[in-house]
């Protein structure tokens, strides 16, 4: 087996996505995590690292606001379809059948101070904590039931299942203000004057900037998602492969997305978490690991790509329009280095995503792998590459229908 | 020897010279970091410096006329359970009380260089960062 994998290999043929998921059934795949395979390929080439390398793992964790989750709370006596209901004062959809509900992650609590929403009662869960759900209904003759207010939690529902529209962006901007006030925004709080700038993408480390052309990460992939396990369910919402790419074909601007879903009785406090970006409101913080096959040298390059050699626009907040105009390209180096120039000014520099957990991500599948606790899965379905991606305007109704 | 303190004061105490009394009567040399005082009192960051004895009688003398004392590192707090290592915080403190560990990627909260400003507050995202003056 080894042999002939090898002789593949050498013959530039490469090794099939099914070789090297039987390898790592067998336990003989050799896994590593991004951090190191980067390291590997430095010393090594992505020659070598692709006769050598099965497997490298990728992660992020960050605030991803087109998150939520659905859950089945099980029927009450006498039945109820419930029309409107609130986990612990977020209102949560419930235009679903009787009893099935759906929470966004940035869904507010309905007592408006904006710092409570939909991914704190998530993570509360998660937490095994019991939420406050009220509910009513119109009443009829099939769900006579109009009026509930009872306690749930992960072990009184049915399912309970993170369903996100749009996580895991490949790349994401980078965010600064040039006017004389702290703006609050979903990039963080935005000192005046230039005062600091943020970003939000774990670089090198992030799943899609590792597989840039959807190669390997497609709908059916399984992935680490909140400690637990999930699956890629489908492009993201706003997918745009379109952008700008560099020369190795890194996208320098937000590209693709993944839409997610996972069994939220899985997962893990660590990786699941409420956040909340004052005068914006919630978002949900979440722990993503992809494992990417390395399956060819192009594979193996793809995956030695470095912070120096990404990049991404940073933007200036101050202009609140769809476009707004880019101050400058700045690479995940310049933006991990602390500090970078904007117009002359030395300008602090945070990171929205934490590194520290992405790293822990990719080692914690890593492990998963290595133990054959984690199995990894073939895409059943491409992700596009040829998605456009269109606007919102005011329109009329022929205009909307062309 | 040098001490961080949160100073705390009613009203009364808003109006007696203490940073003067603590340079002229205890021989300290006292940076005022930051002060935020008006008719209904308010707090003050201050770094004290001078012999231990000095210092500690300065203190005496500030508790004896009603203020507050303490020290900076019960003015902030981060809740390690809490945060997630992500760094928002970090391009918002104006003392770099706040960094990136270039190995772990922690973030490192180094208390002695806080001056409870309170920016990085509102800043955390899962509000790790407590003030509790
Ligand atoms: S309160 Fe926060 S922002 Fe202010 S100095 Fe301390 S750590 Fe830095
Ligand atoms: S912003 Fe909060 S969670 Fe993020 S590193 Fe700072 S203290 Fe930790």
Redesign the pocket.
């Known amino acids: 087996m080894k042999q002939a994998r090898r002789s593949n290999a050498k013959a530039g043929r490469g090794k099939s996505f099914g070789e090297i998921r039987a390898r790592a059934d067998e336990g003989n795949a050799v896994v590593m995590t991004a951090m190191e395979f980067k390291e590997y390929v430095r010393a090594n080439g992505a020659g070598k690292a692709a006769k050598e390398v099965d497997i490298v793992t990728t992660g992020t964790f960050g605030a991803m606001c087109s998150s939520g989750a659905y859950f089945n709370v099980g029927h009450s006596d006498p039945p109820m379809k419930i029309q409107k209901a609130w986990l612990d004062g977020v209102p949560a959809y419930a235009g679903l059948a009787a009893v099935d509900l759906f929470l966004g992650a940035t869904e507010l609590d309905e007592t408006n101070n904006m710092t409570h929403g939909g991914a704190h009662v998530i993570e509360d869960l998660v937490r095994g904590k019991a939420v406050r759900l009220r509910a009513t209904a119109h009443g009829t003759d099939c769900y006579p039931l109009r009026e509930m207010d009872t306690y749930v939690s992960l072990k009184t529902m049915n399912q309970a299942v993170l369903m996100s529209p749009r996580n895991a962006y490949q790349n994401y901007v980078a965010a600064t203000n040039s006017s004389g006030k702290t703006l609050y925004t979903y990039m963080g709080k935005l000192l005046p004057e230039f005062g600091n700038a943020t970003y939000s993408c774990a670089g090198e480390l992030s799943p899609l900037l590792n597989d840039p052309y959807y190669r390997t990460i497609g709908i059916g992939s399984r992935i680490f998602l909140g400690g637990g396990e999930g699956f890629v369910v489908w492009e993201g919402t706003q997918f745009n492969p379109g952008v700008a790419r560099t020369p190795r074909g890194v996208p320098k601007r937000p590209a693709g997305s993944l839409a997610l879903m996972g069994d939220l009785k899985q997962m893990d406090p660590e990786y699941v978490k409420g956040l909340t970006f004052t005068r914006y409101g919630s978002s949900l913080g979440i722990g993503i690991g992809v494992p990417v096959p390395v399956v060819d040298e192009n594979m193996a390059n793809a995956c030695s790509v470095t912070n120096d050699k990404i990049v991404t626009g940073l933007f200036d907040y101050a202009q609140q329009r769809r476009a707004r105009p880019v101050l400058r390209d700045v690479t995940y180096e310049e933006l991990n280095s602390g500090e970078i120039e904007v117009k002359g000014k030395a300008v602090p520099t945070s990171s929205l995503s934490s590194l520290y957990k992405a790293m822990r991500i990719c080692e914690v599948l890593k492990e998963r792998i290595v133990k054959g606790k984690f199995k990894m899965t073939e895409p059943v379905e491409k992700l596009p590459l040829d998605r456009p991606l269109v606007t919102l305007d005011v329109r009329t109704e022929k205009e909307a229908m062309k | 020897m040098k001490s961080k303190l949160v100073l705390s004061f009613n009203p009364e105490a808003s109006n007696l010279p203490i940073t003067h009394n603590l340079i002229a009567k205890h021989g300290l040399l006292v940076n005022i970091l930051r002060a935020e005082i008006d008719e209904v009192g308010g707090k003050m960051v201050i770094e004290v410096s001078g012999k231990p004895e000095g210092i500690k009688e300065g203190i005496g003398y500030l508790k004896e006329s009603g203020v507050g004392v303490r020290p900076i590192k019960e003015g ?1 707090r981060r809740d390690d359970e809490v945060c997630t290592h992500c760094g928002a ?1 970090v391009s ?4 770099k ?2 960094t990136v560990d270039p190995e772990t990627k922690k973030i490192v ?1 180094n208390e002695e260089k ?7 507050i509102d800043a955390c995202p899962p509000r790790a ?1 407590e ?1 509790l003056i």
Do not use: D, N, Q, R
């Open positions: 902030v915080c918002v403190c104006p003392t009380a706040l909260f806080c001056v409870a400003c309170g920016v990085c960062m003030i």
